[in-house]
């Protein structure tokens, strides 16, 4: 494939608000009206009629427009072809699946385009809510269609993490910090410390490519960044697409964060 630049990357922006918004648009007609629901994972993980139809939707409009990218989704089983492409779109159709299920309106569409391991082009997609985020390669974070910034660190700091990992977390930060109330789609999550409404989040370990790529370029493009505990940057379409646990914040105060949350993980 040829060498791809900045202004490709705004096409797929374009290509990708497109779609999400009509998948979006799919699934709002099965919110809160008990739509169809299978269990995967051995029972793990939900899966409901509106997954599906957002998924095929946006393979129907991503792929035909770009059939020169691989492909990754949650809703569609991975064969690995998808690592002989060094472009590929990461898409989740319905981030935030139990939320849906038990008529939230915390979900969101998710659709990234990866370049080489890194998400260049992303956007969510928050129907209940009205919300769109975006954000591109070198370019400004959106939320319908306005700058967003993630906050600078402060004596007060507003974390979304599981309570017992909160608990865990050092002592020095544990007494500035306050816990919000759950936040079940990981991607919204970060689209909330990138628009300035809560500080910093943990995550456990075994998030997945599809959960993060959108959401890591928008925080990223409005100030923040998201890592593993020990400082590393992710990478995505690799053999595996899970990864460690991880923190976010805005990226002046990610390393007190991971420093205090070294002891949250632990047993």
């Known amino acids: 494939m040829a060498e791809s630049g900045a202004g490709q990357w705004d096409d797929d922006l374009d290509l990708l608000v497109s779609a999400a918004t009509e998948a979006g ?31 095929d939707i946006l393979i129907d409009r991503l792929r035909l427009a770009r059939p020169s990218y691989g492909w990754l989704s949650e809703e569609t089983e991975d064969d ?25 309106a915390t979900w969101c569409v998710s ?17 209940a809510l009205g919300e769109t985020f975006t954000a591109a390669h070198d370019g400004v974070a959106l939320k319908n269609g306005f700058p967003i910034s993630a906050r600078q660190p402060s004596d007060a700091v507003a974390i979304a993490a599981p309570a017992e990992a909160f608990r865990r977390l050092k002592p020095d930060y544990l007494a500035r910090a306050r816990r919000v109330e759950h936040i079940p789609s990981l991607a919204y999550r970060l689209a909330m410390i990138a628009d300035g409404r809560i500080d910093a989040t943990l995550v456990y370990a075994n998030s997945h490519d599809w959960d993060l790529a959108a959401a890591e370029l928008i925080l990223e493009r409005a100030g923040g ?43």
């Open 111 to 127: 659709a990234a385009v990866v370049h080489r391991g890194r998400p260049v082009a992303g956007v969510l997609v928050a129907p």
């Open 25 to 55: 648009e799919a699934a709002m007609g099965y919110f809160r009206n008990s739509p169809e629901t299978w269990w995967k994972n051995e029972g793990r993980s939900p899966v409901t009629a509106a997954d599906y139809a957002a998924n």
């Open 225 to 267: 960044r998201l890592s593993s505990l020990d400082g590393r940057p992710l990478g995505y379409n690799g053999a595996a697409v899970t990864h460690p646990a991880l923190c976010a914040a805005h990226e002046t105060g990610l390393k007190s964060l991971s420093s205090a949350a070294q002891t949250a993980f632990s047993h």
């Open 80 to 104: 690995g072809a998808r690592l002989g492409f060094e472009t590929l779109f990461v898409i989740d159709p319905i981030d935030g699946t139990r939320a849906f299920m038990n008529g939230l």
